[in-house]
């Protein structure tokens, strides 16, 4: 059983920066490995994703912003986020993508709040 547990999350002021972190459990090896969030109301979306070669992929919306990084030995990945703004508030998700021959398999983990306000 895959678990993903994430940490980092918060209150913030606008400006100011967090990190988020997600532990995978087990020694499985992830091809993908990424951070969505989810605003209320609004639909879960891509803000980050690395894969296990390090090529990574960022919203507009973060860009020049948020940095992932990712430690494969330890089946960690990594979310730094800086000048944050009160549009960034959300719940964030890990997501790993494991890959069985050809068969994909998505893990989630449970959320964690990022509140950025004043």
């Known amino acids: 059983q895959v678990q993903l547990v994430e940490s980092g999350g918060g209150l913030v002021q606008p400006g100011g920066s967090l990190r988020l972190s997600c532990a995978a459990s087990?020694?499985?090896?992830?091809?993908?490995m990424g951070w969505y969030r989810q605003a209320p109301g609004k639909q879960r979306e891509l803000v980050a994703g690395?894969?296990?070669?390090?090529?990574?992929i960022y919203a507009d919306s973060v860009k020049g912003r948020f940095a992932i990084s990712r430690v494969n030995a330890e089946n960690t990945v990594h979310l730094q986020m800086n000048s944050l703004k009160p549009e960034d508030t959300a719940v964030y998700y890990c997501?790993?993508?494991?890959?069985?021959?050809?068969?994909?398999?998505?893990?989630w983990g449970q959320g964690t709040q990022v509140t950025v306000s004043s």
């Open positions: 997501k790993a993508q494991r890959q069985v021959a050809v068969i994909l398999s998505d893990y």
């Open positions: 087990g020694s499985i090896f992830f091809i993908y």
């Open positions: 690395i894969t296990s070669t390090g090529s990574a």
